[in-house]
């Protein structure tokens, strides 16, 4: 009888961990994880992956020094010398101010939707009438997250949060943390014709709003999405029903709350895969709308891509 030998897929085991950094009001688990079924999908393909809890409404400097001291216990414990970052929203920048501080610990820093270059929605409230509202709100449901979380101590500063995301203070972090910033302005994404002239093949050149793709030894990456609220909405997911408002105010080609040339950063995969704020991390038990990107295989893809990079 033929024997068949069951070989693991090791696809996606990268040199270093994998730390899932998840964003502004965000949490490792409540009820379901932030990052719903990405942690299970890396593991699948041989990558190694945490996904710490950080003040989910705070600067990012106050959330960068817990994630730093989270990364160094995460280094003593394994052994291993550095740690791959990939932060959703908020957790890019706050990623980036840890890479800024210790890069000697970061091999890499991806940054999915994360407002780079601030959000219109932040700027709604930012120094505006609304913003004393916000803040009350925001403390009160970020008090009952931290709760949920199992953290009721955790620092809570909606302000902080307020000034982390709106256009202005983006733009002054991005001043003291230039590193893998785009220097020039977004630019249309052009299209290339790689094909013969017999079968021409056009893709889009998303290198033309590239930021350096590395700095201190660290690798940059990005990728983001964009949501239409009539094609691509879910009426199960109460996401799309917040989103769906946001995206009036959140600029063009945005993905609910965040404009596509605010994201870019590093090496910028892509900026148009089709989903919105939450479903760039599979959120809400993974429920998307119509003609949606799938994210898990996205994550996988990236695993698959730090490995090669000897990353």
Not at 5 to 18: E, L
Not at 120 to 133: C, F, I, K, R
Not at 148 to 176: C, K, S, W, Y
Not at 285 to 311: C, D, I, M, N, Q
């Amino acid at each position: 009888m033929a024997s068949f030998t069951s070989h693991a897929d090791t696809s996606g085991k990268t040199q270093y961990p994998i730390v899932l950094v998840h964003g502004h009001a965000g949490f490792d688990r409540i009820l379901a994880d932030y990052f719903y079924g990405v942690k299970h999908a890396l593991r699948g393909v041989g990558a190694t992956a945490y996904t710490p809890q950080v003040p989910g409404w705070n600067s990012d400097e106050v959330r960068g020094e817990i994630l730093l001291a989270y990364i160094e216990e995460l280094l003593a414990t394994t052994g291993a010398n550095k740690v791959n970052l990939i932060g959703h929203s908020q957790g890019g920048s706050t990623s980036r101010y840890v890479a800024a501080v210790r890069p000697d610990l970061i091999a890499s820093i991806t940054t999915i939707a994360t407002p780079h270059y601030g959000s219109p929605v932040a700027d709604l409230v930012n120094d505006t009438p609304l913003e004393g509202l916000a803040v009350t709100l925001g403390n009160a449901i970020a008090r009952f997250e931290a709760i949920l979380a199992g953290e009721p101590d955790q620092a809570v500063d909606t302000m902080a949060t307020i000034r982390a995301l709106n256009t202005q203070d983006a733009l002054h972090f991005n001043a003291q943390y230039p590193q893998g910033v785009r220097s020039s302005r977004c630019k249309t994404v052009p299209r290339k014709n790689i094909g013969k002239w017999w079968w021409p093949k056009y893709v889009k050149d998303y290198s033309v709003n590239d930021g350096a793709r590395s700095s201190n030894g660290i690798r940059y990456y990005s990728w983001s999405a964009n949501y239409n609220p009539v094609f691509n909405s879910n009426v199960l997911d109460p996401a799309d029903a917040v989103l769906a408002i946001t995206s009036v105010f959140a600029g063009a080609d945005n993905d609910g709350l965040v404009p596509r040339c605010s994201t870019h950063f590093g090496q910028v995969i892509r900026d148009d895969y089709v989903g919105n704020h939450a479903d760039e991390i599979n959120g809400m038990f993974g429920l998307r709308g119509l003609w949606t990107t799938s994210p898990v295989p996205l994550y996988v893809e990236h695993a698959r891509r730090l490995k090669k990079a000897g990353l």
